[in-house]
T-cell receptor, first 115, second 111 residues
Framework: IAGITQAPTSQILAAGRRMTLRCTQD?????MYWYRQDLGLGLRLIHY???????GKGEVPDGYSVSRANTDDFPLTLASAVPSQTSVYFC??????????????FGEGSRLTVL | QKEVEQDPGPLSVPEGAIVSLNCTYS??????FMWYRQYSRKGPELLMY????GNKEDGRFTAQVDKSSKYISLFIRDSQPSDSATYLC???????????FGAGTRLTVKP
């Protein structure tokens, strides 16, 4: 059972470059999320999607964009990377609204370093 | 002030000890409270979920919520080296998708 697959696992990127982090789920969950995890700050929501075709902004959306063309895929794009976007990025999914079950299913994370 | 405050530790205990992990929060809209466990270089996984004040027990783990004090706790009895991980508290309002996490407490259980 794959669950959530993220790619790449790790990436070093020059500032100003465009980068897309990929996320695919095979659980047919309606909702998907992108979080970033930074030491001392925990996980912070970047963007979410309640269902295919819809997206919403989380706590820290600036500098990021997402799309949800279908149920399974939820890519995160950094249009012009900056060093402050160095972080570990986690994609997650839930069957319905996260508040209804409390359970988010997370991928293994993508470590991004922007130099 | 952060919405969710959690002591980052690190916390080191001997095998068999009782561990107490805690979080405080400021947003009274939070209705659901979770504890996630995260092993090194892995994604978090749900450990406990509760939606009311009081205690919820699952094996060696007990989650406690005190909404009047805006305080939640996770107790681990008879701790094992396999419990060594980072524990994240999380909370969310009803009918909402914006789950808020604490910074996480890193726990090491020594054999």
């Amino acid at each position: 059972i794959a669950g959530i697959t993220q790619a790449p696992t790790s990436q070093i990127l020059a500032a100003g470059r465009r980068m897309t982090l990929r996320c695919t789920q095979d659980m047919r969950h309606n909702a998907m999320y992108w979080y970033r995890q930074d030491l001392g700050l925990g996980l912070r929501l970047i963007h979410y999607s309640n269902t295919a075709g819809t997206t919403g902004k989380g706590e820290v959306p600036d500098g990021y964009s997402v799309s949800r063309a279908n149920t399974d895929d939820f890519p995160l794009t950094l249009a012009s990377a900056v060093p402050s976007q160095t972080s570990v990025y986690f994609c997650a999914s839930s069957p319905g609204l996260a508040g209804n079950t409390g359970e988010l299913f997370f991928g293994e994370g993508s470590r991004l370093t922007v130099l | 002030q952060k919405e969710v405050e959690q002591d980052p530790g690190p916390l080191s205990v001997p095998e068999g000890a009782i561990v107490s992990l805690n979080c405080t929060y400021s947003n009274s809209a939070f209705q659901y409270f979770m504890w996630y466990r995260q092993y090194s270089r892995k994604g978090p996984e749900l450990l406990m979920y509760t939606y009311s004040s009081g205690n919820k027990e699952d094996g060696r783990f007990t989650a406690q919520v005190d909404k009047s004090s805006k305080y939640i706790s996770l107790f681990i009895r008879d701790s094992q080296p396999s419990d060594s991980a980072t524990y994240l508290c999380a909370m969310i309002p009803y009918n909402n998708n914006d789950m808020r996490f604490g910074a996480g407490t890193r726990l090491t259980v020594k054999p």
